[in-house]
């Protein structure tokens, strides 16, 4: 993992290309999702059935794609008493932390009796896409249908890649845990397809949320509009900012747990002092020695991983604003004095207690976070992501009266004889409210 000090030239050019790995080639896989998206809009769960036999390597059914209760018992029942308490435990932490971000309709009375205000209702129907195949992410089930459940969401789908028809039993439970109405076995750009055009078997839904490979981020961006999506979600990443308090080895090991999940995983890590840095470069090199996922962690550190050695906290604060990580860690000996100075970052760690693969798991909040730089005008994923507002408007005589001259006025402004009409319109009687 390389070594780069501020103010040499390696230095800028690596903080100027930090983002280019999430550059995701989106036009190499458009003809190929589109194709997919026309099959599935036309012809439905026929085209879902080819596309998983051709994609998932079996021969599913309208009623083998959508996970029975039988199979769902199964899995729970798979799964040893330990594992069943920790994803319940985890379920419970997330649904503590969410339940804070309830909202509420709210509404106020002028004093002429004008009512204003607005009115919170969730969405209808929900789908969550939870990557499957290799991995299984039953983290990803709870984070995503958990805050949507508690916003009010009376119906939540979802949808998993099932290789040759197999279900990580894991996932299954944690849906189960997480209250999901219906899963189907669909992968891919079908599935999205499915959830935001719907079929016989699959409906449509409001939203779709949950992260994917290049094939369902590039579906998610062309089918945006037909439905609402979460976001686009690029290539994870960590900042770690360090005064050299801590043990080098702790920032060895949550470089490296963010390097494992691919080979476009960054990891950086800021700190003032170069003896420290080296010290957090040898422990990172006898900790990959025996990860299991080595070849990967190895190659996401070579082509993006790197130690910035910055004149002092200020500097590391500055050039982590302008990031905006995903993860932001702040191994510092007083974390939240140099909290005052962030102003970017989707998930904050403070301490040197508080590694970021806790945040992933059972920490509370959720681990759906904005990438790329996109933490600079976005937010995790909550219960307010489920939710949609609605202006409340009621005018009393008086309250019209007061405002109608204004408004026709700024009516001639835009050149809107039309609106100015319609306030007009109410000038002669002023008619009392049933």
Known sequence: MRILVSGEKDFSHFLQSFYRRGETGFEKVERSVRGILEQVKERGDLALLRLTKKYDGWSASLKTLR?????TQAALKS???EERKDLKFTAERIERFHI???QKSWSFAEEDGTILGQIVRPMERVGVYVPGGKAAYPSSVLMNAIPARIAGVPEIIMTCPAPRGY?????????HIARVNAIFKIGGAQAIAAMA??????????KIIGPGNIYVAAAKRMVFG???????AGPSEILIISDGSGDPSFLAADLISQAEHDEQAAAVLLCISKGFAEKVQRAISEQLATLPRRQIAEQSLKDFGAILIVKNLSEAARISNDLAPEHLELAVANPFCLLRKIKNAGAIFLGHMSPEAIGDYVAGPNHVLPTGGAARFSSPLGVYDFLKRSSL??????GLKKLSQPGMRLAQMENFEGHRRAIEKRQGGWISRP
């Not at 996970?67 to 199979?71: M, Q, T």
């Open 197 to 206: 055009f719907g079929t016989k078997i699959v409906p449509k839904v409001d």
């Open 393 to 398: 408007i009621c005018l009393s005589p008086e």
């Open 100 to 102: 804070l971000q309830q």
């Open 167 to 175: 279900l990580n039993p894991a996932i299954l439970a944690a849906a």
């Open 67 to 71: 996970v029975s209760e039988k199979e």
């Open 226 to 232: 037909d439905v609402s999506i979460d976001s686009i």
């Open 79 to 81: 799964l040893s008493q």
